[in-house]
């Protein structure tokens, strides 16, 4: 929660709640057990959508649904209201919480640093991560 309140006053949140994790089906029983619970946005998939209209699903692909717990802005007036929703999602996802707003660490792959010198093939180390030391026995 400290690291929550400490992104800044006014920073808007998201809190989330997992509850499929890249599994088949169309998994209308998981929205209609949201509406019940009286929830409104859902994430799925990476996209939000109104629980009054979830997204049909291929039930041969595998899918990600995340509840939209709450939206709020960051301050410390608001630390019950994070408090409550931080501690719905846990309940809801079996002790599992995301909140989308830049906490935590995002890996991605440098182009350029990967592929220093876009002028070698494969063969004359154009990929870096792939080339051989010198030094190496």
């Known amino acids: 929660m400290n690291r929550l309140l400490a992104q800044?006053?006014?920073v808007r949140v998201q809190v989330l709640a997992p509850v499929v994790r890249n599994l088949k089906g169309e998994h209308a029983d998981v929205f209609q057990q949201l509406r019940?619970?009286?929830f409104s946005r859902v994430r799925v998939d990476a996209e939000v959508h109104?629980?009054?209209g979830p997204p049909p699903l291929d039930r041969r692909?595998?899918?990600s649904?995340?509840?939209v717990v709450d939206r709020v802005a960051v301050k410390a007036s608001a630390r019950q209201r994070l408090t409550e929703s931080v501690e719905t999602a846990l309940g809801l996802a079996g002790g599992v919480?995301?909140?989308c707003t830049g906490l935590g660490s995002r890996m991605e792959v440098d182009p350029e640093l990967v592929v220093p010198d876009e002028e070698k093939s494969l063969s004359e180390g154009a990929v870096a991560p792939w080339t051989k030391t010198?030094?190496?026995t």
Do not use: F, M, Y
């Open 8 to 10: 800044g006053d006014g």
């Open 36 to 38: 019940a619970d009286e």
């Open 50 to 52: 109104p629980l009054t």
């Open 61 to 63: 692909r595998k899918h």
């Open 65 to 67: 649904i995340d509840v």
């Open 97 to 99: 919480v995301c909140v």
């Open 134 to 136: 010198s030094g190496a």
